[in-house]
């Protein structure tokens, strides 16, 4: 009877310290989840899970202790997109570290993406048009001839002599 | 009164000091006359042309071009520098 | 001494107003006398400005608050240099300060024109040009082998550009001089009086700012900022008059090239402020300010590699010109936004009502790009083809698109807020994960570029000339990168941070070893013929292209720095007597706490024993400052750097029940490499703007016979 009871005890216990480490642990797990995604309002703009040392903060204690609260009350179990709602709501979008990826706050996400694009367009498209310049120009031959020795047009004989023999005192002196 | 006096002293000081290097500056030279500009365009440009063949000559030393590459480098610039030099001759 | 100083603003608003003007009907004219007193008068803005700074200073030196200015910013405990720094520390101070270092880059602008001239009038002279060119054409000069006459070298160099510019460039300089006179005068006078009794002593500098660096972060960021007008204006005034040739460009990049390295060295030192100064253990947190410091950084940049496009292949011109627009345009928005508080940033010391005027200025100078541009956009035409996509050119080319969406996403990001509130009503601010998410991938990628460029040829690269070149450079970027995984690096980014360091190094330690090889197989190398003499050699043959490496030493260095901050530590708690914290491979014990006293604050330091495996280290003494005339206080950062890592120290404040001092720990890896890689920039700039200095040539047994002699002939037969 008595070993029963203790064993109950034991058991029930048990039962409350899991409990509250359980409580304890997802407490712990959850801050740097939802403070990693917020900063500091004070104009440090640090982030939450740093300390702000800029001057002396009373915003970041408060954010701190919403945190907790966030975390432990009743909306513990709700999606990270509505509590970040909630700071947003509270504290503006400057507690936010990044800005949301829903709504018109998509498009600061996009926009690079769309600028890159167009970059790439504009290099290749680039590209193409100084090759086709290059085309009727007397380029490489496959079989490894000088360009300039390609075909150059008439009557500039002369001045590629001229030049290549300039060009072979240049670089004697080099 | 007196720092006032001063001030307007030096303020006359200033403006006399500014007024005197403006006035006794010379004339400003002209630039060289369009087509004189053009020809000294063209020898720039023969003269750049001139300098990216020693850069391309240096790194065909060094080992950091192949022989096609070189050729095909040092063709492309006998082409450019003998058209620079063709429409120099126009022009002179 | 404020009524000399007002007088002397106003004077100078008359003189370079009257230098615009003057200028512009002397040039339309072609009236030698009227250029000439345009010119004089656009040089005497700057002695007469820094007459009313030396006015603005001495009011400070003397405590004279009766100006509201000074009363405002400075107090009689002041040191002497933190007076002086009071000068740039509030909006019409610094607005003064810029126009001053905006006339004297005029004036220095000016007299080295004059010099020139007069250096070159044999060459230039009517007569002495028509006989040159004459013979030019039939003899088709210059031979350079044979050296070409100086006077020859002279008119072919860049000054005689930077000469026949210089009174339309001058104009230009004198316009954005006036606008900047005008807020010094009508808008943000630093000489108005307290309309009540005087104060008996100033509001003091904010403490913040009471820090060596940042005695030297403004000027410099100004010299950046500012500089950029001066190749605006010479670019602006080559296109308005169709310059012929190539050499404006030249003279357009060299002073980019001077604007470029104070803005770097102004950035880079207000990073090194934010680190030792503000406390949260980082250097750059994407602020609206810091962005736009950054912003014209970017597009500089990309105009200093571009440009090689136009003067090596006279292509890419348009984009040149608008780069350098752009980045004129990008820093007055710079100035705009810090000044006016549009954006709202943690550098709030400055805001005010002048925004207007900015708005107006930056419209004006727009419509004067584009009218210049569409008027004169056939002389920009290209000159030269592409003619295969593996080349230097497409090289450059890519990073110019990867600057230019980097210049985007921190501009898109920075104004974001004030385009979400005009279409939403509502403002979302944009943090810093946004800025490194989409720019650290970016900046990957123009690392891995930094090496890929200068290996590949103009025109064409081959596949033989690519694995030549590429093969040991990429060896040693895949070790480093394995290594840096081996020794416990966890994170994507600082792994192929470190593994493009090593593949950069490598190809441009290559291309010193490559160069300087072919030096000493010459014989050069002086005296002493080894490899420090030869390499020594070589760079000061062409100090643009290493002197460019160098650079780019710096910009990897700094890079490995920023990639350490992948693997930092932080640790905090109360450090009461002989408490114990560890971080990184040290513990840290505190010894003592002490209190001082003077006339410009107090001070609470922490005294703590660095340990490392049970050896004593060294004392770090963290601290927290109260400034008694601006009531404020201020955390003193202990920092205690090695080339490995930092061990920065902050005294947080004190536990309010135990009153035991707080300690915030951080073990920040690399860190040190950040300033010594900005430092190599810098140097590395610097070598970049000496002139070359030229092979003595024509010797026989010269480079091309001793050591090339078969392959050159077999090339030529």
Known sequence: MRGRRAAGWAAGLAIVLSAATLRAETVAQRYP?????????????????????????????????????????????????????????????????????????????????????????????????????????????????????????????????????????????? | MGTGLVAAFACVFLTAMVAYFLLTGGEAQLEDSPREAELRALRERKRTIYDNLRDLHFEFLAGKLGEEDYRRGRGALEQEAAQVTRKMEGRA | MQLFGSFAILLALVLAGYGVLAGIFGLARRDTRLIASAQRAAMAVFPVVTVAVVCLVGLILRNDFTVAYVAEHSNRALPFYYKIAVLWSGQEGSLLFWTWLLSGYAFIALLGARRKARGIAPATAPGNLAAATAGAGAAALPVPATRA????????????????????????????????????NFAASPFVTLP???????????????????????????????????????????????????????????????????????????????????????????????????LPWLTATAFLHSVMMQEKRGMLKVWNVWLVFATFLLAVFGDFITRTGLVASVHAFAQSNIGPWFVVFFIVALLVCGWAYFRNRDFLKSENALESTVSRESGFLFNNFILLVITFAVLWGTVFPVV??????????????????????????????????????????????????????????????????????????????????????????????????????????GVLGGWPAALTQLTLRNTRRYGGYIVHVGIILIAIGIAGSGLNQQAQGAMPYHAQMRIGPYTLVSENYTQNDNANYASNSLEVAVERGGQYVTTMYPARRFYKASNQDQSMVAIRSTPLADLYLVYAGNDPNSGDPILHAYWNPLMVWIWIGAIVTALGTLLAMLPNRRPSGGAPGGIAAKAAAAPVEEVHA
């Open chain 1, 33 to 174: 989840a939802l403070a990693s995604k917020l900063q500091c309002t004070c104009g440090c703009a640090t982030p939450m899970p740093q300390e702000c040392e800029t001057m002396k903060c009373s915003t970041r204690k408060a954010i701190d202790a919403d945190i907790v609260w966030v975390e432990t009350g009743p909306m513990r179990n709700d999606r990270m997109a509505v509590k970040l709602q909630y700071f947003e709501q509270k504290y503006g979008s400057r507690i936010l570290m990044a800005p949301p990826t829903s709504g018109f706050g998509m498009v600061v996400w996009i926009m690079p993406w769309v600028a890159a694009g167009l970059g790439l367009w504009l290099v290749f498209f680039s590209i193409r048009y100084w090759r086709k310049r290059a085309l009727p120009a007397p380029a490489a031959t496959s079989t490894g001839e000088a360009s300039a020795a390609a075909a150059p047009p008439a009557g500039d004989e002369a001045a590629l002599e001229q030049v290549r023999a300039e060009m072979d005192r240049e670089l004697r002196g080099f």
């Open chain 3, 149 to 184: 006459a100086t006077d020859e070298e002279e008119a072919l160099s860049p000054r005689l550009a930077h000469r026949n510019l210089m009174p339309l460039a001058a104009v230009i300089l004198g316009a954005i001089e006036c606008f900047f006179l005008l807020l010094n």
């Open chain 3, 196 to 294: 009540v009794a005087t104060p008996p002593d100033g509001n003091g500098l904010n403490p913040l700012l009471q820090y060596a660096q940042m005695v030297i972060h403004p000027p410099m960021l100004y010299l950046g900022y500012v500089g950029f007008s001066v190749p605006f204006a010479f670019c602006l005034a080559a296109l308005i008059k169709r310059y012929p040739g190539d050499r404006w460009i030249h003279v357009t990049r060299r002073w980019t090239m001077v604007a470029w390295l104070f803005l770097t060295i102004g950035i880079v030192l207000g990073g090194n402020w934010a680190y030792r100064v503000l406390g949260w253990g980082g250097y750059w947190a994407w602020d609206p300010v810091e962005n736009a410091a950054f």
């Open chain 3, 420 to 525: 979400s509130e005009w279409v939403e009503g509502q403002k979302i601010d944009v943090g810093r994960v946004f800025f490194d998410r989409i720019n650290v991938p970016l900046f990957l990628f123009l690392l891995f570029l930094t090496g890929v460029g200068p290996l590949l040829a103009w025109r064409r690269t081959s596949l033989n000339s690519l694995k030549r070149n590429f093969t040991a450079p990429a060896v040693v970027g895949v070790l480093v990168a394995v290594a840096s995984l081996l020794g416990g690096v966890r994170d994507p980014y600082p792994i192929v941070c470190f593994g493009l360091a090593g593949f950069v190094l490598t190809t441009i330690a290559m291309e010193f070893t490559r160069g300087a090889s072919v030096i000493r197989r010459r014989g050069g190398g």
